[in-house]
């Protein structure tokens, strides 16, 4: 039986006009002469990689797939489709794609063209789609590479949680940054440099956040940039809950503070019990 997303060993029974037809004794498909290596003869016996086209048929190629059925990896975005999802591509004619169901809801936060994201295969009414891995899935892969602390890592957004972001290392290592130690927005696919703070057996912990000088200013545009999209008035202060803070600024309290406090030190804003309010410089 010919399996799609998998390698498969055929013979060549004969020429059409398009190409070789290949079979396995009981079916027959067609492997498009552009996606042989070599001339073939017929009876000739060869390792082909089996993909659905255009039409969901089942066709083949010689050139190697970026992923498999078996194997998991990194492809890129190669095209965004709001109501449908994003393709990607897998060195076949034909790319694959990773629904909406698997992305984000909030279309932001969706990966744009040239992110990579990590994908396993699946079949899905008889062809072949790509699904983004998720934590468990990098956990159980188990490389043996092990990084140290400080040591800095590229890796790729595999996951947009509430209390952090997930990424995946170029090594295949998963990676956790908490949301205090993070800034701004981030989207599937998007590659960062994180400094690794902790390593256990199966994953890491990281920052993405610069040394505490050049992050407090950071922090300081953050909260000025908050106070002129609302008029120059937030109901935000440094005995503001912890809690609020991070949904709104996606900072801890304490570097909050820290910049709230030298933002009041340059006389850039001033505050009473309930309010914060942005001076005029």
Known sequence: MIEIGKYNSLSVIRKSDLGYMLTD???EILMHFKESKQELTIGEKVNVFVYTDKENRPTGTMHPPLITL???GFLEVVEVMDEVGVFVHNNTPKDLL???DYLPYQKSQWPVVQDKIFCGMKIKKN???AKPLNRFDIQSLNPSIKYYEQEQVEAYVIRIAEKGLGLISKDHIYIFVPLAQMRGQYRLGQE???TITKMLEKEAYGTLNQHKEILMDTDKEIILSFLKDNHGVMNFTAKSRSEDIERVFRMSRKAFKRAYGALYKEQKIEFD???TYLKEL
């Open 273 to 275: 019990d309930s309010n």
């Open 70 to 72: 078996d194997q998991s």
């Open 192 to 194: 960062v440099i994180v």
């Open 98 to 100: 990773i629904s909406k």
């Open 127 to 129: 062809a072949l789609v």
């Open 25 to 27: 004794g009981k079916s």
